[in-house]
């Protein structure tokens, strides 16, 4: 069983937005830093914004700093990324990870034991 799954991927011209939301099913993960991956083709799994078990505190990639905003309900176990101002090179594969460790911020991929699928991002010129 998988037990982050995002949805919300799609194609969406430059300049546009998307809200990616990733649900946690069979656990909480309400105690534990949460973060968004993404993985361009060819290219190896990249940080992108993470956030603490509180959502107090976010940290996030300089290429998408000011454009991307991570949040997290625990009451939903659900985290969002608000993606605005997409450019084509934000066009990746975009993945939700979760560890049960309330350590904060966590930028590796190695961090994080839990991962969803993936859901597909394409933005066009």
């Known amino acids: 069983q998988v037990p982050l799954v995002e949805s919300g991927g799609g194609l969406v011209q430059a300049g546009g937005s998307l809200r990616l939301t990733c649900a946690a099913s069979?656990?909480?993960?309400?105690?534990?830093?949460m973060a968004w991956f993404r993985q361009a083709p060819g290219k190896e799994r990249e940080f992108v914004a993470t956030?603490?078990?509180?959502?107090?505190?976010?940290y996030y990639a300089h290429s998408v700093e000011g454009r991307f905003t991570i949040s997290r309900d625990n009451a939903k176990n659900t985290i969002y990324l608000q993606m605005n101002s997409l450019k084509p090179e934000d066009t990746a594969i975009y993945f939700c990870?979760?560890?049960?460790?309330?350590?904060?911020?966590?930028?590796?991929?190695?961090?994080?034991?839990?991962w969803g699928q993936g859901t597909q991002v394409t933005v066009s010129s």
């Open positions: 990870a979760a560890t049960g460790s309330g350590i904060w911020p966590l930028l590796s991929v190695g961090n994080y034991g839990y």
């Open positions: 956030i603490d078990w509180r959502g107090s505190n976010t």
């Open positions: 069979g656990r909480t993960f309400s105690t534990g830093t």
